[in-house]
């Protein structure tokens, strides 16, 4: 008998257990070489950027130059390591295709729980404090611009971290070390919850390139979540504290 939770337990499996039957090929050990060097260093320099971003005080345009450039090195070096590849998701119908629906649903769960949790932060002005700071910088510029920064900075963390990255890595790895990797650039934000949507975040996205074999489904998950929260989380922290 299907039951809501069944297929929701079934859905979970095949987007972030199974993995297809077609996995990008391992690379030379030249270009393995090549992949990890540019990923390390990108990975210091994005981090350094990051930190700098995250320092803008409210207003300040910087703060959205910073942003612009910060995605620009992600994507650099992405594309410098080496191959990027799309990747395909599971079907209903048993069969391969590109995860745009798969990865869209993955988003809006994870929004939903980080929603629902915002809920319970309301309360808590240690954690709550933090994010509303933090979401200043988006009244500090024009929405489209704010929106815009989050979508490309969306897409360049994930052709970095779960492209290039994750392919530097072993595959026994590869989960664990980008995810932890991720997480640790928020560190220096100060913002204990951002360090938590970006665990959390981290391993699914981490997940979905194990089981897709490339970026998109990761990319989308990514943009789709982070501009949801984007629009949903100060009002909901605002109206439930």
């Known amino acids: 008998m299907t039951t809501p939770v069944s297929e929701l337990r079934r859905f979970l499996t095949a987007a972030l257990v199974r993995p297809v039957a077609v996995d990008p090929p391992w690379p030379a050990p030249r270009a393995l070489l090549r992949r990890r060097l540019v990923a390390a260093l990108t990975l210091l320099v994005g981090g350094a950027g990051l930190a700098m971003t995250l320092r803008a005080s409210p207003g300040d345009p910087a703060f959205f130059r910073l942003g612009f450039a910060l995605a620009g090195v992600w994507i650099v070096g992405a594309l410098c390591s080496g191959p990027l ?21 993955q988003a809006v769960l994870l929004l939903v729980v980080f929603v629902v949790g915002a ?17 200043d910088h988006a009244r500090g510029g024009p929405l489209p611009l704010v929106v815009a920064l989050a979508v490309v900075n ?27 990797l991720y997480t640790l650039t928020t ?6 919850l951002l360090v938590l949507a970006a665990l959390a975040l981290g391993l699914v996205t981490a997940l979905q390139r194990r089981v897709t074999g490339g970026v998109l489904g ?9 501009t949801g929260m984007l629009l949903l989380l100060p009002p909901t922290l605002s109206l439930a504290r």
């Open 154 to 180: 969306g897409v360049a963390e994930e052709l970095f971290f779960r492209g290039a990255l994750q392919s530097a890595l072993p595959p026994r790895h590869a989960v664990a070390g980008t995810t932890a």
């Open 119 to 135: 809920l319970v932060v309301a309360h808590l002005p240690l954690l709550r404090d933090p994010v509303l700071s933090l979401f």
């Open 85 to 105: 590849h799309l990747g395909s998701g599971h079907t209903r119908a048993g069969g391969l295709s590109r995860p745009v629906v798969q990865s869209l649903a």
């Open 187 to 192: 560190v220096g934000s100060g913002v204990p």
């Open 218 to 226: 990761p990319a989308i998950t990514h943009v789709t979540w982070s």
